[in-house]
T-cell receptor, first 110, second 113 residues
Framework: QKEVEQNSGPLSVPEGAIASLNCTYSDRGSQSFFWYRQYSGKSPELIMSIYSNGDKEDGRFTAQLNKASQYVSLLIRDSQPSDSATYLC??????????FGKGNQVVVIP | DVKVTQSSRYLVKRTGEKVFLECVQD?????MFWYRQDPGLGLRLIYF???????EKGDIPEGYSVSREKKERFSLILESASTNQTSMYLC????????????FGSGTQLSVL
């Protein structure tokens, strides 16, 4: 089974600060990477996808991918209370299979 | 908007019962998936289907089966429910493979007593 690791515990950030989330994966051949956001009691929703090394920006979100080091990260700039949620890293490793990390909880403090 | 509907939000069953979880999507998606989500374990793939009557085991298929008789409907079956199957079950669909955006239903919290 392919591993996706999100090891850091709950992240508390002040409103307006940058939240930084990291994820590592085990399958060097993986080509597609995703970040899903899950509000408490709700289902996950896709917020970012990234396929190439480097940065990809979408509004206040930036995904960063480094395939050589097998990590993908998510930055949330100008964090808002509405960003308080659990963020799930997901890695596609072929054959219609997407492996999810356990998630990182983000709490934005007003 | 894509809608993925799961028939029950909460379900309580007894050990040994046969349990059906239903999922319907309204966007003509080819692929449908069943995941379970447990605290500390994250989302794990149980089964998926890439076409009507076609199914494939995911990472944790033991104790489960699935049925896809129509394109829009994907059912998860617990043949004989056990307490370790108490979990949040999430159905998802995508037009292409899981390499594309997954649309999730609102989930079914199943408790097996």
């Amino acid at each position: 089974q392919k591993e996706v690791e999100q090891n850091s515990g709950p992240l508390s950030v002040p409103e307006g600060a940058i939240a930084s989330l990291n994820c590592t994966y085990s399958d060097r051949g993986s080509q597609s990477f995703f970040w899903y956001r899950q509000y408490s009691g709700k289902s996950p929703e896709l917020i970012m996808s990234i396929y190439s090394n480097g940065d990809k920006e979408d509004g206040r979100f930036t995904a960063q991918l480094n395939k050589a080091s097998q990590y993908v990260s998510l930055l949330i700039r100008d964090s808002q209370p509405s960003d308080s949620a659990t963020y799930l890293c997901a890695v596609y490793y072929g054959n219609n299979r997407l492996a999810f990390g356990k998630g990182n909880q983000v709490v934005v403090i007003p | 908007d894509v809608k993925v509907t799961q028939s029950s939000r909460y379900l309580v069953k007894r050990t040994g019962e046969k349990v059906f979880l239903e999922c319907v999507q309204d966007m003509d998606h080819e692929n449908m998936f069943w995941y379970r989500q447990d605290p500390g374990l994250g989302l794990r793939l149980i089964y998926f289907s890439y076409d009507v009557k076609m199914k494939e085991k995911g990472d944790i298929p033991e104790g489960y089966s699935v049925s896809r008789e129509k394109k829009e409907r994907f059912s998860l079956i617990l043949e004989s429910a056990s307490t370790n199957q108490t979990s949040m079950y999430l159905c998802a669909s995508s037009y292409g493979t899981a390499n594309e955006k997954l649309f999730f239903g609102s989930g079914t919290q199943l408790s097996v007593l």
